[in-house]
Structures are given as structure tokens and as C-alpha cells.
């Protein structure tokens, strides 16, 4: 049986407002030499980076039964969006109880007057995937 790790990653709306082009300052392209897209390293800026390039926003789909600033709860923000890829989708519509390796999920923490305050990122990986640097 295959163990996986979750690999967690906020990144704060003062970073985003400080750095507003953080995606460009990844090293590496997620761009495969085939076109297609390959999973991202497990480094914050890679995965921003992926996360950027896929406009999450548009291409993952809203957590089923939930829409757009549902209300949150601690410690997350008082109103809350989550994301989820395709990986992570068919995991829940099939009631697997774990998500799988290569699932992502982007949950937008937002404030009561609905300024973002926080994305965070749950990216699970196969624990072979981690490397230590």
C-alpha cells in the first residue's frame, strides 16, 4: 500500500501584494515537452507557479455543494471558496475516503467584508515524490 504525504502551502495575501508577479519568478515551466501539463514540484513557488498557469480558478471546479463565499469556519476565513482539479473531483464524487496522489486543492480564505486574505493549497504527493534538498 502506497503512503502519501499532504504537502501544505498559505501563501498569504501580503506576499501575493508585495510580489504580485510571483508566478514568473518560478524557475521551471510545468509544460511537459508533449504540451501537456505535469504535476508541480513540492516547493511553494512551483506550485504557485502550476496553479497560475492552470487558472485554477477557471479550470478546477468549485467543491461540490458549495459555491462561491460560503461561510467559513476557525481557523479558516469568515468566508471561504474552494477549488479542487480533476484528481481531487473524482475522488469525492466517488466517495474513495482519501484523496489520491496528484489531488490539489486551493481553498481562498476571505475576510467578513470578502477581501481575500489567504489562499491555501493542499497538494497530496506519493511519498517518493519528496525529496529532501
Known amino acids: 500500500m502506497e503512503r502519501a504525504k499532504w504537502v ?3 501563501l498569504a495575501l501580503a ?3 508585495a510580489n504580485p508577479f510571483i508566478a514568473q519568478a518560478a524557475g521551471e515551466s510545468p509544460m511537459s515537452t508533449k ?3 505535469e504535476m508541480p514540484a513540492t516547493e511553494g513557488k ?3 507557479d502550476y496553479l497560475t498557469k492552470v487558472k485554477y480558478q477557471k479550470s478546477f471546479t468549485l467543491w461540490p455543494g458549495k459555491g462561491k463565499l460560503y461561510k ?3 481557523p479558516h476565513g469568515a468566508l ?3 477549488y479542487v482539479n480533476k484528481t481531487a473531483l473524482d475522488a469525492i464524487k466517488g466517495k474513495k475516503g482519501a484523496m489520491p496522489a496528484g489531488a490539489i486543492v486551493v ?3 476571505y475576510m467578513p467584508d470578502k477581501m481575500l486574505a489567504a489562499i491555501t493549497v493542499m497538494y497530496k504527493v506519493s511519498r517518493g515524490v519528496l525529496t529532501a534538498r
Open 72 to 74: 467559513g469556519t476557525e
Open 8 to 10: 501544505a502551502v498559505a
Open 80 to 82: 471561504l471558496t474552494t
Open 46 to 48: 512551483a506550485l504557485w
Open 15 to 17: 506576499v501575493l501584494a
Open 35 to 37: 504540451g501537456k501539463m
Open 107 to 109: 481553498k481562498e480564505n
